[in-house]
């Protein structure tokens, strides 16, 4: 009996080693006493982000998503300072490439004869950082001017032949009415995202106080029964009133 109880106490002392070197392995053993510690620091990470100047690379996609009519590609060089871990200021320029697909403005008779605007926009940026932690959310704000510099072209013709000449005495007459729109005017945006490490995903609101030039032009060429032509134009220049797109999907990286 004294020798079964003698075997039951050294099994159970081996179990409960087993069972006690499980848990320190899990919590932290003799052999890696700073396991848990390591643990709690890998899910409490601190960010990224230190004091000093700093640049970024940001590239973007703006969708209309209401009327689908264009959609716009840009990307920016910012550079500006990091103040802490909470805020940064900085200043930016870009260049963005819009794409035109259609102009729900205007009938189906015109046609896009340069589908994309070019433009470069300069701009103001702070972002504040809601946490000193490896992901934390950020409120983006940011505003500037866009400089246009190609526009976005679409036409449309029209001809009437009168057969004989009419009571001013032309024959002929050839219309064509053309839009150029470019993404000239101030402008703004608000922005929600997720900071991790050196990387900043946002989703943008833009706002603006008049962004896209439009310049409508119309020329009338009329032909008289003698064969003489002449050629009359109207131009009318018109700003809009808020950016036609409607949410812009941007990343950054911090280096």
Not at 119 to 144: C, E, H, T
């Amino acid at each position: 009996m004294k020798k079964i109880l003698i075997i039951t106490l050294f099994a159970a002392l081996l179990f409960s080693e087993e069972i006690m070197g499980q848990t320190y392995n899990q919590f932290g053993t003799q052999q890696n006493p700073n396991e848990m510690v390591m643990k709690k620091k890998k899910f409490r990470e601190s960010s990224m982000r230190e004091a000093g100047w700093q640049q970024m690379i940001e590239f973007g996609l703006g969708v209309d998503h209401k009327n689908w009519q264009t959609l716009a590609l840009d990307a920016s060089y910012i550079y500006g300072y990091q103040m802490g871990r909470g805020l940064f200021v900085g200043a930016g320029a870009g260049l963005q490439l819009q794409p035109v697909f259609f102009d729900k403005y205007l009938n189906d008779d015109y046609k896009i004869k340069q589908p994309v605007s070019v433009s470069i926009p300069f701009f103001l940026d702070i972002r504040a950082y809601i946490m000193n932690r490896k992901f934390s959310p950020y409120v983006d704000v940011r505003g500037g001017y866009s400089l246009g510099i190609l526009s976005a072209k679409m036409d449309y013709s029209q001809e009437w032949s009168y057969g004989a000449a009419n009571e001013d005495g032309w024959s002929h007459r050839a219309d064509t009415y053309t839009k150029n729109w470019v993404g000239t005017g101030k402008f703004g945006a608000i922005g929600l995202g997720i900071n991790y490490k050196k990387w900043d995903f946002g989703v943008y609101y833009p706002y603006s106080y008049s962004y896209g030039k439009h310049k409508y032009t119309t020329e009338i060429e009329r032909t008289s029964t003698s064969g003489s032509k002449t050629t009359e134009k109207f131009s009318d220049k018109r700003s809009n009133r808020r950016s036609p797109i409607e949410l812009q999907f941007k990343a950054a990286l911090r280096f």
